[in-house]
């Protein structure tokens, strides 16, 4: 339910209404429980054959659907320290990810950012990647460039950098403070 897949279906309900856009979804990964909700909701907006499950996938194939999508959406109601649209920016493939605090912060002018609940929001950034072939190609020069600001050793020094931090606090909680250290 984090990833809030809903929102990018009711996205799509509102680019076919709205402006007769037809887009397919592509969803990839484990099924953690939240996938027969996350179809039903499709068939419930009349979308369902728009959307296309592909579950686990390898590196090799994860590659190819970067590569051959108009963009990645990421619409997590949480973050912001989440690497797929680092992933899809490192291949090529522009963003539209939603704005929780801090996103802006990690990714910059590098994608197109929405309201996480807001599909109205998110169907105009994925029409604007439709119809405006220069503001795609801007998208991914900037991702791009974004992208390599992060490396894998940058982002584990920020990883070990908050377990540091912590350890200060949890060393209030007794024997669970060596869990942390």
């Given at each position: 339910?984090?990833?809030?897949?809903?929102?990018?279906?009711?996205?799509?309900?509102?680019?076919?209404?709205?402006?007769?856009?037809?887009?397919?979804?592509?969803?990839?990964?484990?099924?953690?429980?939240?996938?027969?909700?996350?179809?039903?909701?499709?068939?419930?907006?009349?979308?369902?054959?728009?959307?296309?499950?592909?579950?686990?996938?390898?590196?090799?194939?994860?590659?190819?659907?970067?590569?051959?999508?108009?963009?990645?959406?990421?619409?997590?109601?949480?973050?912001?320290?989440?690497?797929?649209?680092?992933?899809?920016?490192s291949l090529g493939c522009p963003a539209i990810v939603s704005d929780v605090p801090?996103?802006?912060?990690?990714?910059?002018?590098?994608?197109?950012?929405?309201?996480?609940?807001?599909?109205?929001?998110l169907a105009s950034q994925i029409k604007q990647l439709l119809q405006d072939p220069?503001?795609?190609?801007?998208?991914?020069?900037?991702?791009?460039?974004?992208?390599?600001?992060?490396?894998?050793?940058?982002?584990?020094?920020?990883?070990?950098?908050?377990?540091?931090?912590?350890?200060?606090?949890?060393?209030?909680?007794?024997s669970n403070a060596a869990t942390f250290t």
């Amino acid at each position: 339910p984090h990833k809030n897949h809903v929102v990018i279906i009711a996205a799509l309900k509102v680019l076919r209404d709205k402006w007769n856009l037809t887009v397919n979804l592509v969803l990839s990964g484990a099924d953690e429980g939240n996938l027969a909700h996350v179809l039903d909701y499709a068939n419930t907006l009349g979308v369902r054959d728009q959307v296309v499950y592909v579950g686990e996938v390898p590196e090799v194939k994860l590659v190819r659907l970067y590569k051959g999508a108009l963009a990645l959406v990421y619409a997590s109601a949480v973050g912001p320290d989440n690497l797929p649209p680092l992933e899809a920016m490192s291949l090529g493939c522009p963003a539209i990810v939603s704005d929780v605090p801090g996103a802006r912060e990690q990714y910059g002018d590098a994608c197109l950012f929405f309201q996480p609940m807001d599909e109205a929001a998110l169907a105009s950034q994925i029409k604007q990647l439709l119809q405006d072939p220069l503001a795609r190609e801007k998208l991914v020069a900037n991702g791009s460039k974004r992208a390599k600001q992060w490396s894998v050793e940058d982002y584990a020094g920020s990883v070990i950098s908050i377990f540091d931090e912590f350890e200060l606090i949890a060393r209030a909680w007794g024997s669970n403070a060596a869990t942390f250290t």
